[in-house]
T-cell receptor
């Protein structure tokens, strides 16, 4: 089954304790990204990757890191989490780079609900 | 910059009622427009899309038409069911060659029997 998986699904942690949220897709997609969802704000992009070893900042990258060493995996790293990073996080992937008149569906993972105390 | 504005929820309807969720956008160039749906406890699923002006996206009885003149992409369904209860997100990607989705705030729909 084609899917995007995230782990863990739920996490409660304390300020300053490094954590990693994993994301994996089995569709051989080039493009992967991370979003956070906050009430009243919709989803906002944190980081994205166009391919292996190619990553770039989205709209809200502060406090986050990513890496793309393999095509299927795109972990999100919070080196020193703070309470304002309490949110619902989604990983997404799609086939390739969008071009004019040609869009690729983005597939979303089930989400990771993170609480930082 | 690019942005999406959706009507605030929650929207509460009785089963078989007509649904409209308004969405307007601001974007340069020729964005593609999307509606995503998020069922309770799940990730987002693509509901429908439109890639150019006057295109109509449709799926599962939902429809939306890309109106460039009014910069709108309103979601409609003629007869909602309880199973349609979810959060609906309007979104766009710019025509600049990147896949970033710009989302609206989301509209929660509750359908009662």
């Amino acid at each position: 089954e084609a899917q995007v998986t995230q782990n863990p699904r739920y996490l409660i942690t304390v300020t300053g304790k490094k954590l990693t949220v994993t994301c994996s897709q089995n569709m051989n997609h080039e493009y992967m990204s991370w979003y956070r969802q906050d009430p009243g704000l919709g989803l906002r992009q944190i980081y994205y990757s166009m391919n292996v070893e190619v990553t770039d900042k989205g709209d809200v990258p502060e406090g986050y890191k990513v890496s793309r060493k393999e095509k299927r995996n795109f972990p999100l790293i919070l080196e020193s989490p703070s309470p304002n990073q309490t949110s619902l996080y989604f990983c997404a992937s799609s086939r390739g780079r969008q071009r004019l008149g040609n869009t690729y569906e983005q597939f979303f993972g089930p989400g990771t609900r993170l609480t930082v105390l | 910059g690019n942005s999406v504005t959706q009507m605030e929820g929650p929207v509460t309807l009785s089963e078989e009622a007509f649904l409209t969720i308004n969405c307007t956008y601001t974007a340069t160039g020729y964005p593609s427009l999307f509606w995503y749906v998020q069922y309770p406890g799940e990730g987002l699923q693509l509901l429908l899309k439109a890639t150019k002006a006057d295109d109509k996206g449709s799926n599962k009885g939902f429809e939306a038409t890309y109106r460039k003149e009014t910069t709108s992409f309103h979601l409609e369904k003629g007869s909602v069911q309880v199973s349609d209860s979810a959060v609906y997100f309007c979104a766009l990607t710019s025509s600049g060659g990147y896949n970033k989705l710009i989302f609206g705030a989301g509209t929660r729909l509750a359908v009662h029997p």
